[in-house]
């Protein structure tokens, strides 16, 4: 379980009779308790950004959601709107911005956080802008996107955006 101070607790489980840990990590990269994690930091430019969402992508891939999978569009524009946030918002010259993507299959829900060093630039509520704006929409879309989104202050420097999109159960056999 991972709480907003980003600590994670768990307990060893039972299963068939022989105990379990259950960050073992298991076929698909998920652990004995169906939660994976990518969690990775990128040059604060466009390409890194890009990288990102292309890194969410391959790592969905492999927890059994395929690119063209609603799941994996969905948590593919959310992380590219928030590296796009944080490269264009959040970036301070030589720092990098952080992606955290958790899979957690008990509570099917998929959680994005990306972090920056600059906590002045805090993200505002989400409303769709005027038809003509061409910029704007990237925090309306997570709105559209998520089950719910926030943000918080990152210690020692900066913020983190979150948002949390739900999940759909894993292809059987995976």
């Not at 928030?82 to 301070?92: E, F, I, P, T």
């Not at 993507?101 to 505002?124: H, N, Q």
């Not at 955006?161 to 739900?166: F, K």
Request: include cysteine; charge should be neutral; charged fraction near 25%.
């Amino acid at each position: 379980m991972t709480g907003m101070s980003g600590k994670r607790t768990t307990t060893a489980t039972e299963t068939d009779g022989r105990q379990e840990d259950p960050l073992t990590p298991r076929g698909f990269g998920l652990n004995g308790n169906g939660y994976g994690s990518l969690s990775r930091q990128f040059p604060s430019t466009p390409q890194g950004a890009q990288e990102a969402r292309h890194a969410a992508v391959r790592q969905l891939g492999q927890w059994g959601f395929g690119p063209m999978a609603d799941v994996s569009c969905n948590v593919a524009l959310v992380v590219a709107e928030l590296a796009a946030n944080a490269v264009r918002h959040g970036s301070l010259p030589g720092r990098e911005f952080a992606v955290r993507v958790d899979y957690e299959g008990a509570a099917s829900r998929f959680r994005i956080e990306v972090s920056d060093a600059r906590l002045g630039r805090t993200p505002e509520e989400a409303v769709l802008p005027p038809a003509d704006r061409e910029t704007g929409r990237g925090l309306f879309l997570v709105e559209c996107l998520a089950s719910r989104w926030g943000w918080e202050p990152r210690d020692p420097i900066g913020k983190i955006v979150w948002a949390e999109v739900a999940a759909p159960e894993r292809p059987s056999g995976l």
